[in-house]
Every structure is written in structure tokens, then in C-alpha cells.
């Protein structure tokens, strides 16, 4: 067994000097290498983590929300709608919500206008999160000023910043009284946005969804089921220019590494030749080469993996920032928590390290089966 | 010291990189954040449905409750042109 160990040891010593006398091409090739799968393995790492902090996140959403749908678009719910739906077994709440959004000309920015009664805001008062605050550089006190429908402009008080921890949710609110938000928005008392139904038994949720859909059929109730779903798959692998773009860099490694580790150069094929000539046999010519590649590949999959676990995880992801930015003004700022998908990662690792390294002996045993003489002239 | 045991020592840190980033996943999911249970409690107390991610359109910023011809909606024959829209998913119930 000692002596197993001892020879490969041998083995990785005549590589890697091998590899020495080719400096030049040696660290090109790592270093793209470890390029590819630091982006791969800085999309799944991201993709996963934020697929698992929404889920987390929104699991105390509502269960049921109805939306009113008018010409294929959301409109209004008339409040006469609670009424309509009446008492129904299992639902042991309804309400109904007002929100919308209001158009910032000052910093282009969207937020997200949300009536909040636990708060107990008088009509002047608003609650606003992290991101507004940073834009607009407010602070408790200060006063915001929005136009209504009818344009007369409105000064609202800041009486509390939404804490920064939960920006991921909240960087774009703006929490207000609802006499407040009528008042904005010109929306009579007869009116909500949506209505919200809690549900004591999840199993009950689909029937109540479906005498919904019946008691009202104009309306769209969106379960939590279906919310949580739409953020499981929100960043798909099918999607994405990132992803695009990353396609072409990633066919583009994959021609010249196949190139590379299959094509032998003279050099190569003359140094084969040497080999057999003084004595190597043909699988220690192909274990010699094995070596070559699982030392690329797999220092380039270890140095690749952790720069992207500190990219995505201690860096938030800064790389990503500006594709993920698009043209939101409030970005939030935000840390996920470090998850790795298990799968995931032995895909990425299958399909690194094993291709190339495969690649790489093919060619070798080609070359080493064949007479040293023919291989070295 | 031996070109071998050189990569041997290399190998060995970045392993051990690896193996701490897979504890501190351990770790980190063990714990209940303070920056979870807050959000939680936004979450539940105001009926929040989506997170604050993509501001920049009405069906980016609530992909869940957008419906099927939002990111259209602009006039007849409209593309969608938020950039977003190319990253993010439409929400699941409108897809076919």
C-alpha cells in the first residue's frame, strides 16, 4: 500500500515539474478554469441562497389573497366583496388591504405605498424603510412630501425607519395611515385593493380558494402555496442574460480546455515517446497524465468554490449587483445567509473536474499505445 | 520541500476551506437570525407577499401578485422592457 502511495507521490512530483517548465500555460489555464467555476458556482450559490431566504422569509404570508380582475387586469375589490363572501368554515379572518405604488420624480424611484393599522399613524404620519431613507437622506422627523392624484402636494412626517435587518422586504416601503392613502390616491372608503383571508387548516385552503372563485367569479385568489412557489423558482437556470452571457464564456473554456487536454502537442507526443523509450509503461504514462488533470481541475473547482462562497455569502454578492439592479433605484442592501445546495454541488463538480480530466487521458493513451520511435520522429 | 508536498499543502487548505464553508452552512442554519425573526414579523403583521428585490416595475417588485399580461401592459403590441424581466421568472400560476 506504502508503495502504491509512494509511486503516485512520484508521480505528482514528475507532473508537476512537467507542468513547471510550461509555467506560462499552466497558470493561464488554472486561472481561467478557476474564472468559469467561480461564475458557476457564484450563480447556484446565489440563485439557491435567494430561493431559500424568500421561501423562509414569506412563509408567514397570507394564505389566501383575492384580487379582483377586470379586462385581464388587477383593479380595485368594492368592500361590499367581504360581505359577499360572507361566513365561510375555515377562514377565521378577512380583511381587506390598501397598497399601491407611488412614483418618485425626485430620485425616479418606485415605492411601495402600504397601509399599515397596527402602526396607529395619524393622517400626517408616515413609516418609511431603509431604502427611502437612504435615498431621499431622511431620518425620523424629517418630512416627505408626495402629490396627490388631484396634484396638491402632501408633507408627511417620519415618525419610524423600518429596521435595516428586514430590508430585504421592506427597503421600498412606505407605511401610512389608510385615511392617509385615501386621501393620496383619491380612493373612496368603498374600495380596498385586495383582500386577505387567513385560513386555520392549510388543507382546507384549495376548497376555500375554489368557493371563491365561485362566490366571486371576477376575482383571482393567489394562495401561499403559489407565492412561495413563484420565488422557488424565481431566478430559473432557464432564464437570465447573466446566465447567457455565462453560456458563452463557459463554451468558450470548454473548446480551448478540450483543446488543450485532447489535442497533444509535438512536444507532448515526444515527450511520451522519451518515456516509453526508457522504460514507462503505457499506464503509468496514462496515471502521469491523470495527474495533470485532476490537479488543474480540481484546484480550480476548490479555489473557484471558495471565491465564490466569500463572493456570495461575505460580499453580498457584489458582482452580481449591477445585473441584479436593473434600473430599481432602492436596491436593498442585504446579507444572505450562507446555504449550499448539496445536489448542486456535485453537479458542478461532475461537470468540471471529471470532463476535463477524462479529456485529458484519451488523448495520452492514443499516443502511448503507439511505437516510441513513430511517436518521437 | 518537495514539489509534491508543496501541492499537498495547498490542497490540504483549500479542503479545509471547503470543509469550513460547509460548517459555517451548518452553523449558520442552526441559528435563528435577528434579521429573520424581524422580517418575519413584518411579513405576518402587514401580509407582505414579495420581497423588495427588483423596485424598478409594479410586476418585478410583486412578482407573485402580477398577473399574466402586466409586464405588457403598456399599449397593444408592448414588449417587456424592464431589465429585470429578463432575470426573473413570471410568477407560476401564469404559466402555461
Redesign the interface.
Known amino acids: 500500500m506504502i508503495t502504491i502511495l509512494r509511486k503516485q ?1 512520484y508521480f ?2 514528475y507532473t ?2 512537467t507542468m ?1 517548465r510550461h509555467k506560462g500555460k499552466s497558470l493561464g489555464l488554472l486561472s481561467v478554469y478557476t474564472m468559469i467555476i467561480f461564475m458557476l458556482a457564484s450563480v447556484m450559490l446565489f440563485s439557491h441562497a435567494m430561493r431559500s431566504e ?1 421561501v ?7 394564505e389566501i ?1 383575492v ?1 379582483r ?1 377586470q379586462a ?3 383593479v380595485m375589490v368594492p368592500a361590499e366583496y367581504l360581505q359577499r363572501i360572507g361566513k365561510l368554515r375555515g377562514v377565521t379572518e378577512k380583511r381587506g ?1 390598501l397598497w399601491g ?1 407611488y412614483y418618485d420624480p425626485a430620485v425616479k ?2 415605492y ?1 405605498v ?1 397601509v ?1 393599522e ?1 402602526d396607529n399613524l395619524s393622517i400626517n404620519d408616515i413609516v418609511i ?1 431603509a ?1 427611502i431613507a437612504r435615498t431621499r437622506g431622511l431620518s425620523v422627523g424629517d418630512y416627505l412630501t408626495l402629490r396627490s392624484h388631484e396634484g396638491k402636494a402632501f408633507s408627511f412626517r417620519v415618525v419610524r425607519l ?2 435595516s ?9 412606505l ?1 401610512i395611515s389608510s385615511v392617509g392613502y385615501r386621501r393620496l390616491f383619491g380612493i373612496d372608503e368603498s374600495y380596498y385593493t ?1 383582500l ?1 383571508l387567513s385560513v386555520r387548516n392549510p388543507r382546507e385552503i384549495q376548497k376555500i380558494a375554489e368557493k371563491l372563485t365561485r362566490l366571486l367569479p371576477d376575482s ?1 385568489p ?1 394562495l401561499r402555496a ?2 412561495l ?3 422557488e ?4 437556470w ?5 446566465l447567457i452571457l455565462l453560456l458563452g464564456s463557459v463554451l468558450a473554456f470548454v473548446i480551448f480546455a478540450w483543446d488543450k487536454a485532447s489535442g497533444l502537442s509535438a512536444e507532448e507526443r515526444k515527450e511520451i515517446g522519451i518515456l516509453k523509450a526508457v522504460g514507462w509503461e503505457t499506464g503509468e504514462v496514462m496515471r502521469m497524465k491523470f495527474w495533470e488533470g485532476v ?1 488543474i481541475s ?2 480550480a473547482f ?2 473557484g ?2 471565491a465564490a ?1 466569500l463572493h456570495v ?1 461575505y460580499t453580498s454578492a457584489g458582482l452580481f449587483e449591477p ?2 439592479k ?7 442592501s442585504f ?1 444572505l ?4 445546495d448539496g445536489l448542486q454541488l456535485a453537479t458542478l463538480f461532475f461537470f468540471t473536474v471529471l470532463p476535463y480530466t477524462l479529456a485529458t487521458i484519451v488523448p495520452v493513451w492514443r499516443a502511448s499505445i503507439t511505437d516510441p520511435d513513430l511517436v518521437m520522429r | 520541500m518537495k514539489r509534491s508536498n508543496t501541492f499537498f499543502v495547498c490542497l490540504l487548505v483549500l479542503l479545509t476551506g471547503f470543509i469550513a464553508s460547509l460548517v459555517d452552512v451548518a452553523i449558520e442554519n442552526g441559528q435563528v437570525l435577528p434579521q429573520a425573526a424581524e422580517s418575519a414579523e413584518l411579513v405576518s403583521r402587514l401580509g407582505l407577499t414579495d420581497l423588495a428585490l427588483f423596485t424598478e416595475a409594479r410586476y418585478t417588485r410583486h412578482p407573485s401578485q402580477a398577473d399574466i399580461h402586466s409586464a405588457f401592459q403598456d399599449h397593444p403590441v408592448a414588449l417587456e422592457h424592464f431589465p429585470t424581466g429578463s432575470l426573473l421568472q413570471p410568477s407560476n400560476g401564469s404559466l402555461p
Do not use: C, H, K
Not at chain 1, 435587518?165 to 416601503?173: F, G, K, Q, R, Y
Not at chain 1, 423558482?233 to 430559473?236: E, G, Q, T
Not at chain 1, 445567509?337 to 449550499?340: H, M
Open positions: 507521490r505528482i512530483d508537476l515539474g513547471m424568500a423562509a422569509l414569506l412563509a408567514d404570508s397570507p389573497i384580487q380582475i385581464g387586469r388587477s388591504r405604488y424611484a418606485n411601495t402600504m399599515s397596527q424603510g431604502g423600518l429596521e435587518e428586514s430590508e430585504l422586504i421592506s427597503s421600498d416601503l407605511l385586495d386577505v383571482r393567489i403559489e407565492i412557489r413563484t420565488y423558482s424565481l431566478f430559473s432557464r432564464q437570465g442574460v447573466m490537479i480540481l484546484m476548490l479555489i468554490y471558495l462562497y455569502f445585473v441584479l436593473g434600473w430599481s433605484v432602492l436596491y436593498p446579507q445567509t450562507p446555504s449550499v
